[in-house]
């Protein structure tokens, strides 16, 4: 505007002629639009939300509301109409936005800046942080917020909010990071810690929304508008909701696909992602991968931070072959990752834990360690048993090693029953301390094609605890 009242002032004082040409020219639109004048409009801020506006949508929805009357219900639930904002950070739908605005919502009514709406599930959240992932299954990919830094932030820099605030869409406003590191306690059980405090209008129906820098980066969502306060909001820092939306897209948590890396951003949020631990056996170490390497690439998609290596693998069938590319020292590495069903790998871990468990009970209990001899053995040798367990360690100072039980030996039968698998010597365990009582048991054991007998002490749970 400074400029058109310039041009103005400037055609009062030229000659007549020239006044007529001006004239002439704004008459045929020559001067409009002024080109100057389209670039000083197109500003950062108007970039940014340009930008950042494809990838944010408003939520809507019902929740029933229970009226509480001197502590006690009242009256049957109402319904109330709730409203807030998200963020697609992958292109396949997922949405990060408020818990608070989606909780106990019946119906989640997504709207895209393009008008589409569709219907999302929530596919996790965390009420202590008040965050959640919602998903949304469009025909096509949508577009995905450009994600900063909240590390690097200076009170009194430019921000933009953009929200649905109540339930007017897109809307947005412009302030400025008015402190850093706040601590906001909204009620007896919401305590909000390390926030931005902006004067950028904050409303109901912001929540979930983004906290722009004037680059159009996601620096921020907006969460919290103090009550009675007039420019005092607050929003959750980007690095802080980017690591916990790392932990809710986990694919072993989401999928039950287990890889077995932790990736972190050592030098920084926007630094590279560097593997800082990996599972014994885990998919991650027999693909070749090792601590310090650098992912740069996992399938098609490049990896900047840890969040990318959760949404690189999410959707990935287990056992099929994905594409790593990895920078090790001064050298470029192509390996192979295969994930394997998590499912599996937990119920081969319960049952090892529970064989090493039932092993050292019979090991206390008997003083012997044993594994499985096949009925094999027994028909070679012509002898009368179906099976047996082998002795493959005696405790020194156990009443076994005082019978003269040797290594090799097959134990056959304890007192009434017969030994011919580790479900049968865990049955004799599970009846210790009745068989303590007893006093000492009848044992039998197969030495080469000779049975031999002797009497066994065997230890009660209570002298298993002391021991």
Request: proline share 4%; aromatic share 4%; charged share 20%.
């Amino acid at each position: 505007m400074h400029k058109l009242r310039t041009c103005r002032s400037s055609a009062l004082h030229l000659p007549t002629h020239c006044v007529w040409l001006v004239a002439l020219c704004c008459g045929m639109g020559w001067l409009l639009p002024t080109p100057g004048l389209a670039t000083e409009r197109m500003t950062p801020i108007v970039r940014a939300v340009r930008d950042a506006r494809p990838a944010v949508v408003n939520i809507q929805g019902q929740k029933a509301v229970a009226e509480v009357s001197a502590g006690k219900s009242s009256a049957p639930p109402r319904q109330v109409n709730g409203m807030g904002t998200g963020i697609v950070i992958d292109a396949r739908g997922y949405i990060l936005t408020n818990y608070h605005v989606v909780d106990g919502v019946r119906q989640i009514n997504t709207t895209l800046a393009s008008g589409q709406t569709y219907v999302a599930q929530v596919v996790a959240y965390d009420k202590k942080s008040d965050l959640a992932i919602i998903r949304i299954r469009a025909p096509s990919d949508l577009p995905v917020i450009r994600l900063g830094t909240s590390a690097d932030l200076m009170a009194g820099e430019t921000v933009v909010a953009v929200g649905n605030a109540f339930g007017y869409e897109h809307t947005v406003t412009t302030g400025i990071i008015s402190a850093l590191h706040r601590n906001v306690q909204v009620n007896e059980t919401q305590q909000y810690l390390d926030l931005i405090q902006t004067d950028a209008s904050i409303n109901p129906g912001n929540s979930g929304g983004p906290l722009l820098n004037v680059d159009g980066e996601m620096i921020g969502m907006n969460v919290a508008v103090r009550a009675g306060a007039q420019g005092i909001g607050f929003a959750i820092p980007v690095d802080k909701a980017l690591e916990i939306a790392t932990r809710l897209l986990s694919v072993e948590k989401l999928e039950n696909h287990w890889h077995g890396m932790t990736a972190l951003a050592l030098d920084g949020p926007q630094g590279p992602v560097t593997i800082a631990r990996l599972d014994r056996k885990s998919p991650a170490e027999r693909c070749g991968l090792k601590r310090g390497d650098q992912l740069e690439r996992i399938g098609n998609l490049a990896i900047r931070r840890p969040l990318d290596v959760e949404r690189a693998l999410l959707g990935k069938s287990s056992g099929a072959r994905i594409p790593l590319v990895v920078r090790r020292g001064d050298e470029t590495v192509d390996l192979d990752l295969r994930l394997t069903s998590r499912s599996k790998n937990r119920a081969t871990a319960r049952n090892a834990a529970a064989a090493q468990a039932s092993q050292q009970a019979i090991w206390e209990t008997l003083g012997l360690k044993l594994r499985p001899e096949p009925a094999a053995t027994f028909r070679a040798r012509n002898i009368p048993y179906r099976g047996g367990m082998r002795v493959v360690a005696v405790r020194p100072d156990s009443s076994a090693a005082v019978q003269g039980v040797q290594v090799g030996d097959v134990l056959v039968k304890m007192h009434r029953w017969t030994t011919a698998s580790e479900k049968d010597v865990r049955f004799i365990v599970d009846h210790a301390d009745a068989l303590a009582r007893v006093g000492k048991v009848k044992f039998y054991v197969v030495r080469g094609e000779e049975t031999f007998f002797g009497h066994l002490s065997v230890a009660s749970r209570a002298e298993r605890a002391v021991r």
